[in-house]
């Protein structure tokens, strides 16, 4: 409620005349009242007063006379990337990006991680947390919906969510406690792990547990995907065991998605890979048969001495709890893993011992100024699109990294579309034609060719260039369009048996320079000069056979002429050509 009091100027009276107000009569002993003008907007209440009057704002108005709505959505209450709308006056509502829920956003049911880091969840301080009945927003309170509900992969999900306190401030979410169960010595009791990932990229770390047992050996449970399977591998404290499902083939539009979930017991972990297709219940007890989309793996540790003298009761992992990646690698941490990548796509739907976590909990949170992502992670995930053959063009394939796509491209192109072609292979009477006449003041390429001899390339106006091999040899040889003498010269031996070699000629004023080096730049040759006049060489260009046009007649009647084509030869470009 917002109370603005506005007061009047007093007249004083003159001659026992009352004319103006506050007052009325002839001894000005009638107040007038303010409020009959109503003076109030927005259905405020107004208050007369003696020469003043009060408007009592309703929620969502300010201002003297209450006209100025409220902007709810200034102090940005909506978190993770959502989107606040205004309502109704003091009303605000949040749009939350995909696998982000709560009334403001508040919950991060998924996440997309890029494999440059991880959430990482602090074992050793976790505390069971309670749930509030309600949360406020500022100028009104809103009840939260105590469940959410949601589907992955055919399997359902119901988020509970978790918070300290009843409250959660409007200006900013705190991070809660995680809801990570203890036994009575504090440590974390974790015999069940479940959650949904989707991705295109078959490597990176899903989940590593740490902890140590009482007699201070180290125990781990790591899940990671490396050479398309899904690779388990875990240490009770005195047997380390691994084993691994193949999870490469099963896709969706070159898709992997899966619900998956660890059980931990004194005497094994099992893996299991979207645990309703494999004959398990479902969330609402309805029984289900098992299908081909059920994999399970399990670790055998019955046989640990441990397990088999009884002292072995739990797993006590009270360390740290990675997920999606390691956020700093200690030499054991290195020691456990295949490799340190984290994992590239989506995963969520994190399910302790039954109860969700909210993945914005993790100690591990740094977000940037626009709360929308942390650490290379962005909260939520948004629905993918599959990677297309056809936005690749001349033969290119797609590959789908989950954050981008990117083009393969066939032998001799390049570009983002394979739409350069970097490369031409040249056979008896093939040639290749660039039009437009730019100079042309240094030209570069990569030659192989299974002959000695023959042409590369040639131009035909201002003063004629052309490059060929002659007996191992690259000759340039000009043509002075002032002149009509030739200039002919020979840089190195036996190309034609190196593999690839690059080929440089550079035009200075009267200079030139014609450099030859093998692939790894190791020099096969370098000539340099200068010519009676300056060097003006232009397009149009020509690669391969000299041309039949009469044009052309001017290399053909040279005293040292040109040979007719380079057969068998590859030429290709250090930078992409445009044909």
Same mark, same amino acid.
């Given at each position: 409620?917002?109370?603005?009091?506005?007061?009047?100027?007093?007249?004083?009276?003159?001659?026992?005349?009352?004319?103006?107000?506050? #007052?009325?009569?002839?001894? #000005?002993?009638?107040?007038?009242?303010?409020?009959?003008?109503?003076?109030?907007?927005?259905?405020?209440?107004?208050?007369?007063?003696?020469?003043?009057?009060?408007?009592?704002?309703?929620?969502?108005?300010?201002?003297?006379?209450?006209?100025?709505?409220?902007?709810?959505?200034?102090?940005?209450?909506?978190?993770?990337?959502?989107?606040?709308?205004?309502?109704?006056?003091?009303?605000?509502? #949040?749009?939350?990006?995909?696998?982000?829920?709560?009334?403001?956003?508040?919950?991060?049911?998924?996440?997309?991680?890029?494999?440059?880091?991880?959430?990482?969840?602090?074992?050793?301080?976790?505390?069971?947390?309670?749930?509030?009945?309600?949360?406020?927003?500022?100028?009104?309170?809103?009840?939260?919906?105590?469940?959410?509900?949601?589907?992955?992969?055919?399997?359902?999900?119901?988020?509970?969510?978790?918070?300290?306190?009843?409250?959660?401030?409007?200006?900013?979410?705190?991070?809660?406690?995680?809801?990570?169960?203890?036994?009575?010595?504090g440590n974390s009791v974790i015999s069940e792990v479940r959650f949904t990932m989707a991705t295109t990229v078959l490597e990176g770390i899903l989940l590593v547990l740490t902890g140590v047992t009482s007699t201070?050996?180290?125990?781990?449970?790591?899940?990671?995907?490396?050479?398309?399977?899904?690779?388990?591998?875990?240490?009770?404290?005195?047997?380390?065991?691994?084993?691994?499902?193949?999870?490469?083939?099963?896709?969706?539009?070159?898709?992997?998605?899966?619900?998956?979930?660890?059980?931990?017991?004194?005497?094994?972990?099992?893996?299991?890979?979207?645990?309703?297709?494999?004959?398990?219940?479902?969330?609402?007890?309805?029984?289900?048969?098992?299908?081909?989309?059920?994999?399970?793996?399990?670790?055998?540790?019955?046989?640990?001495?441990?397990?088999?003298?009884?002292?072995?009761?739990?797993?006590?992992?009270?360390?740290?709890?990675?997920?999606?990646?390691?956020?700093?690698?200690?030499?054991?941490?290195?020691?456990?893993?295949?490799?340190?990548?984290?994992?590239?796509?989506?995963?969520?739907?994190?399910?302790?011992?039954?109860?969700?976590?909210?993945?914005?909990?993790?100690?591990?949170?740094?977000?940037?100024?626009?709360?929308?992502?942390?650490?290379?992670?962005?909260?939520?995930?948004?629905?993918?699109?599959?990677?297309?053959?056809?936005?690749?063009?001349?033969?290119?394939? #797609?590959?789908?990294?989950?954050?981008?796509?990117?083009?393969?491209?066939?032998?001799?192109?390049?570009?983002?579309?394979?739409?350069?072609?970097?490369?031409?292979?040249?056979?008896?009477?093939?040639?290749?034609?660039?039009?437009?006449?730019?100079?042309?003041?240094?030209?570069?390429?990569?030659?192989?060719?299974?002959?000695?001899?023959?042409?590369?390339?040639?131009?035909?106006?201002?003063?004629?260039?052309?490059?060929?091999?002659?007996?191992?040899?690259?000759?340039?040889?000009?043509?002075?369009?002032?002149?009509?003498?030739?200039?002919?010269?020979?840089?190195?031996?036996?190309?034609?048996?190196?593999?690839?070699?690059?080929?440089?000629?550079?035009?200075?004023?009267?200079?030139?320079?014609?450099?030859?080096?093998?692939?790894?730049?190791?020099?096969?040759?370098?000539?340099?000069?200068?010519?009676?006049?300056?060097?003006?060489?232009?397009?149009?260009?020509?690669?391969?056979?000299?041309?039949?046009?009469?044009?052309?007649?001017?290399?053909?009647?040279?005293?040292?002429?040109?040979?007719?084509?380079?057969?068998?030869?590859?030429?290709?470009?250090?930078?992409?050509?445009?044909?």
């Amino acid at each position: 409620m917002r109370i603005y009091i506005l007061t009047q100027n007093i007249f004083q009276i003159s001659s026992h005349l009352c004319s103006v107000s506050p #007052c009325q009569g002839i001894a #000005c002993n009638i107040d007038i009242n303010e409020c009959d003008s109503n003076p109030c907007s927005s259905q405020a209440t107004c208050v007369e007063g003696i020469n003043f009057y009060t408007c009592i704002c309703p929620a969502g108005f300010e201002g003297p006379s209450c006209s100025v709505d409220i902007d709810e959505c200034a102090s940005n209450p909506c978190l993770h990337g959502g989107t606040c709308h205004q309502g109704q006056p003091s009303t605000f509502n #949040c749009s939350c990006p995909p696998g982000v829920i709560g009334e403001l956003c508040e919950v991060v049911a998924t996440a997309t991680f890029n494999g440059a880091s991880a959430l990482t969840f602090d074992l050793s301080s976790a505390t069971q947390v309670e749930q509030p009945s309600s949360i406020s927003t500022g100028s009104t309170r809103r009840r939260r919906r105590a469940v959410e509900d949601a589907e992955v992969n055919g399997e359902s999900f119901t988020y509970r969510i978790i918070h300290h306190g009843g409250v959660v401030p409007l200006s900013r979410y705190r991070r809660q406690a995680i809801p990570f169960p203890i036994d009575g010595a504090g440590n974390s009791v974790i015999s069940e792990v479940r959650f949904t990932m989707a991705t295109t990229v078959l490597e990176g770390i899903l989940l590593v547990l740490t902890g140590v047992t009482s007699t201070g050996s180290p125990q781990h449970v790591v899940l990671e995907i490396a050479n398309g399977d899904l690779h388990l591998s875990a240490n009770d404290g005195s047997r380390l065991l691994s084993n691994q499902v193949t999870i490469s083939g099963q896709s969706t539009s070159g898709v992997i998605n899966h619900v998956v979930q660890l059980t931990l017991t004194s005497g094994q972990i099992e893996l299991r890979l979207n645990p309703t297709a494999c004959g398990d219940s479902d969330i609402e007890g309805n029984e289900n048969s098992r299908d081909a989309r059920c994999a399970t793996v399990t670790l055998d540790f019955s046989r640990s001495q441990d397990v088999q003298n009884g002292s072995f009761s739990a797993w006590t992992l009270n360390e740290q709890f990675f997920f999606g990646g390691v956020s700093e690698f200690t030499s054991y941490l290195r020691s456990i893993v295949k490799d340190t990548k984290g994992f590239v796509g989506c995963l969520g739907n994190l399910m302790v011992n039954g109860r969700s976590v909210n993945l914005a909990d993790a100690d591990e949170l740094s977000p940037t100024q626009n709360n929308t992502a942390v650490d290379g992670l962005d909260f939520g995930c948004a629905s993918h699109s599959p990677c297309l053959n056809t936005s690749c063009a001349n033969g290119g394939t #797609c590959q789908d990294l989950w954050l981008s796509k990117v083009c393969s491209c066939a032998l001799g192109f390049s570009s983002e579309r394979c739409d350069f072609q970097n490369m031409a292979n040249f056979e008896p009477q093939s040639m290749l034609h660039f039009a437009g006449n730019p100079v042309l003041s240094k030209i570069e390429f990569y030659l192989s060719s299974a002959n000695d001899t023959g042409l590369i390339l040639y131009t035909l106006t201002t003063d004629s260039l052309s490059l060929s091999l002659d007996n191992g040899q690259i000759r340039l040889q000009l043509i002075s369009y002032d002149t009509g003498r030739d200039l002919v010269t020979r840089v190195g031996d036996d190309l034609h048996l190196q593999g690839w070699v690059k080929v440089a000629v550079e035009f200075n004023g009267t200079q030139y320079k014609l450099d030859v080096t093998s692939q790894e730049m190791v020099s096969l040759g370098s000539v340099s000069g200068t010519a009676g006049s300056p060097i003006l060489v232009t397009g149009p260009l020509f690669l391969g056979a000299l041309h039949a046009h009469p044009a052309l007649d001017k290399w053909r009647t040279r005293e040292e002429g040109l040979p007719s084509y380079l057969s068998n030869v590859s030429v290709k470009s250090e930078r992409p050509v445009q044909q």
